[in-house]
C-alpha cells in the first residue's frame, strides 16, 4: 500500500513497531515522563511561550474543535470564522450548537481570505475568531499573517485548526499572537487517529480556568490540572501517546520542525514539478497553497472519483477523494507521513500507465 491521502498517514517503522506491542498501564512514573516530553516537545514545535500548556484529548481533530470553541468562548463572546471548506463549516456548526453568536465570512472557492474581506469588520466589537488555517478539504492555505495582524489590532481572541498545518507550515505561534492551536495525530505526526492536541496560550489557560465546564469529558480545565502531573483525567488512547512521543523524538533527532516544514514542502514542491514535466491533465486548484497536499482537478473530462478507485483497486496506491459535489470534480495528493520521493515516482508512474490504456 501506498497512501497518499491526509490522513490517516503512512507510519514510520519505529512507530508502527509501537503499535505492534502490548499497551502498557499508565498511572506511573513512567507514562507520565513520557507525556511530559510530549508537552515540552509540541510546545516547541509551536513555538509557543514559556508558560503554555497543552492538552492531550482522545477523540480525533473535531474533539479538540469542540473543546477549544466550548472551553475558550461563552455566550457573551462574538466570534468571527471563516468557512472556506467542510471543516469551516464544522466551526460554523459547532458555534450554532453551543449558542456562540458568529459571523461568517465565506472566501471565494480556491482562495484565502483578503484584507478587505477582514477591514469590514475592523472596530466591530468582535472577540474571538476562528480560522483552519490550512482548509484541508480544499487545499487553501490562509494567511496567517494577515489574520493575525487582524487579531491584534482588535484585540481578538484568536483560535487556529492547524491540524493539517502543523509541521508542514511554518507557524510561530508566540510571534502571531495565536491563543490555542489544534492539531491531530493523524495528519503530519503520521500516527494512528486517536489522539487531537491543543496548545494553550498562558492568556488561554487563565480563560478555560475563569470558564464555566460545559461538558465533562472535553473540559479542558481537567485536562490542564491533571497535565501538570503528566496525566489525563480519563484513559486515553495510550499507545497512540506512545508513538507521538517516538514521532516527536524522530523530529527533534532530525533537525525539528523547521527541517521538517522543509522535507514536506521539498516533496509537495517535487510532485507539482512531476505533473507539469509529465504534462499530465491536471489543474491545481488553489490559488494559496499548503504544502501538506495538493487539489488537483483533471481537464480531460475523467472523473476525480474514478482516478481515485483505479489507482486504488489496479494499483494499490491511495490518493484522497473529494466528497459532495466535488466528488468527480476535484481530488488530494497529500505530502505528509512516511513519504519519500521515489514514492512519487511511482505515483506518477501509474498515473501515466493509466494514460497509456486510456484511462486518463
Ligand atoms: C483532518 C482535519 C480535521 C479533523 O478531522 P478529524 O476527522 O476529526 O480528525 C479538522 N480540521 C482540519 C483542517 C483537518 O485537516
New binding site residues.
Given amino acids: 500500500m501506498l497512501n497518499f491521502t491526509?490522513?490517516p498517514v503512512m507510519s514510520s517503522e519505529a512507530v508502527r513497531a509501537i503499535g505492534a506491542e502490548q499497551v502498557p498501564y499508565f498511572r506511573t512514573a513512567e507514562f507520565s515522563r513520557v507525556m511530559l516530553e510530549n508537552e515540552r516537545l509540541f510546545k516547541l514545535f509551536a513555538h509557543a511561550e514559556e508558560n503554555a500548556r497543552v492538552c492531550f484529548m482522545t477523540?480525533?481533530?473535531?474533539?479538540?474543535?469542540e473543546a477549544a470553541v466550548i472551553n475558550v468562548f461563552t455566550e457573551k463572546d462574538k466570534v468571527l470564522v471563516i468557512d472556506g471548506g467542510s471543516?469551516g463549516h464544522?466551526f460554523v456548526e459547532l458555534l450554532e450548537i453551543h449558542d456562540i453568536p458568529h459571523s461568517v465570512i465565506k472566501p471565494e472557492f480556491g482562495c484565502g481570505v483578503t484584507a478587505e474581506q477582514l477591514n469590514e469588520y475592523d472596530g466591530k466589537g468582535y472577540t474571538g475568531f476562528l480560522v483552519?488555517?490550512?482548509?484541508?478539504?480544499i487545499g487553501v492555505l490562509y494567511d496567517i499573517k494577515l489574520i493575525s495582524d487582524f487579531c491584534k489590532r482588535n484585540g481578538i481572541f484568536l483560535v487556529v485548526?492547524?491540524?493539517?498545518?502543523f509541521l508542514c507550515d511554518p507557524f510561530d505561534m508566540k510571534q502571531l499572537g495565536v491563543q490555542v492551536m489544534?492539531t491531530?495525530s493523524?495528519?503530519a505526526l503520521a500516527c494512528p487517529?486517536g489522539i487531537?492536541i491543543i496548545v494553550l496560550s498562558e492568556k488561554a489557560v487563565e480563560r478555560v480556568y475563569s470558564n464555566k465546564p460545559k461538558a465533562m469529558y472535553l473540559d479542558l480545565k481537567s485536562a490542564l490540572t491533571n497535565g501538570e502531573r503528566g496525566q489525563t483525567p480519563f484513559t486515553p488512547a495510550v499507545g497512540t501517546l506512545l508513538q507521538i512521543n517516538q514521532r516527536l523524538r524522530e523530529i527533534e533527532a532530525a533537525g525539528g520542525v523547521d527541517s521538517e516544514v522543509a522535507r514536506i514542502g521539498g516533496l509537495a514542491e517535487y510532485f507539482r514539478k512531476q505533473i507539469e514535466l509529465n504534462k499530465l491533465p491536471f489543474k491545481i486548484v488553489s490559488n494559496s497553497l499548503p504544502n501538506?497536499v495538493t487539489p488537483l482537478s483533471p481537464t480531460n473530462g475523467v472523473s476525480a472519483n474514478d482516478i481515485f478507485i483505479t489507482l486504488k483497486d489496479e494499483y494499490a496506491i491511495w490518493i484522497c477523494p473529494n466528497g459532495g459535489e466535488l466528488k468527480d470534480a476535484v481530488f488530494r495528493v497529500g505530502h505528509i507521513g512516511a513519504l519519500e520521493k521515489k514514492d512519487y515516482d511511482t505515483l506518477i508512474n501509474a498515473l501515466l500507465d493509466m494514460q497509456k490504456r486510456g484511462l486518463l
Fill in positions: 491526509i490522513g477523540g480525533s481533530g473535531t474533539a479538540s474543535m471543516f464544522r483552519n488555517l490550512d482548509e484541508t478539504s485548526d492547524s491540524i493539517s498545518s489544534i491531530g493523524q495528519k487517529p487531537s501538506a
